[in-house]
Structures are given as structure tokens and as C-alpha cells.
């Protein structure tokens, strides 16, 4: 079993789907290979409420401290921190970001922000993308994307 520690900034929106997912007796069989073993801020947040609510250990903590966790994967799951990656770490820390990417990416562009620019924009389709995390913000090798229409009621929300 794969230890994760998911990193968060906000909400917690995207904590609660992967809690919500691994807690799935059916449908969760991907998340039974993971383990959510704590949940690392850069500040107080709402994810912390999350957090709880799963009862995963929560801590707000520096970059290095973040580093030092004994997990196999980090997951940045809505941490809006750019981050300088461990050498030793490359490969290793992946990001999920609310957009194809590298369009409606980049500083700035997260969560609702992402959504709104996308029905600006008019765009038929959206998506999702889970990458590699360099040292570029929303950069890094491609690991998997998930396309979806945008209908023509579709809000941020």
C-alpha cells in the first residue's frame, strides 16, 4: 500500500473527493492501493474541517517540513504554493490541477478561477489534468487528463 500526504490551500474540495473515494467500499478499489496518511498546509485553511471530518492528520508546516514526511507520493490536491522540488523528490509529487494544461494554468489560476476563465472564454470542453510537479508552476510530464463538455448552463460552481 502506497502512503500519500495531499497537500491543500483551501477548501479542501479535492481532500474530501480523494477521502470520499477511498472510503468507497464499491467503487473505490483504485484508493484501497493508497493510504492517506496526513494532510500538509502552508496555512490554516478550511481543509483542515476536512481533514477532521475524515479523521486524517492535519498540519500546517514549511516546505522542508512538508519534504520530511515518510510517504511515497505527495499529492497536491488544490495547494497553491509554488514549491521548489528535491532533486531526490523529482517524479514523486504530482499535482491536480482543474484545467487541460498549459492552458488556464499557471500563478493565479486555481479553483473557481480556473472555471470562470473557461465559460469566459466560451470553451465547448474542460477537463482536468494530473502531472508532475517541476519547478515551474503547472508544468511537468503529463500523467493523465480527463476531458469535460462544458454545457452551456454550466457555472464556476
Known amino acids: 500500500m502506497w502512503k500519500i500526504a495531499v497537500l491543500v490551500s483551501g477548501k479542501g474540495t479535492t481532500l474530501a473527493s480523494l477521502a470520499e473515494h477511498c472510503a468507497d467500499e464499491i467503487n473505490g478499489a ?4 493508497v493510504e492517506i496518511s496526513c494532510v500538509l498546509a502552508d496555512r490554516e485553511c478550511p ?3 476536512v481533514a477532521e471530518q475524515y479523521n486524517l492528520p492535519f498540519k500546517v508546516c514549511t516546505e522542508d517540513e512538508m519534504f ?3 510517504v ?3 499529492v497536491m490536491a488544490g495547494f497553491l504554493k509554488k514549491i521548489t522540488v528535491p532533486d531526490e523528490l523529482y517524479g514523486k509529487i504530482i499535482n491536480m490541477h482543474p484545467s487541460f494544461l498549459p492552458e488556464y494554468g499557471g500563478k493565479g489560476m486555481y479553483g473557481s478561477k480556473v472555471h470562470e476563465a473557461v465559460i469566459r472564454d466560451k470553451k465547448k470542453f474542460t477537463g482536468c489534468t ?3 510537479v517541476d519547478n515551474e508552476y503547472d508544468h511537468g510530464p503529463v500523467l493523465e487528463r480527463m476531458k469535460l463538455a462544458v454545457l452551456p448552463w454550466d457555472t464556476a460552481d
Do not use: F, M, N, S
Open 30 to 33: 483504485l484508493c484501497r492501493a
Open 68 to 70: 520530511q514526511e515518510k
Open 72 to 74: 511515497d507520493l505527495w
Open 47 to 49: 481543509a483542515r474541517e
Open 130 to 132: 494530473v502531472h508532475i
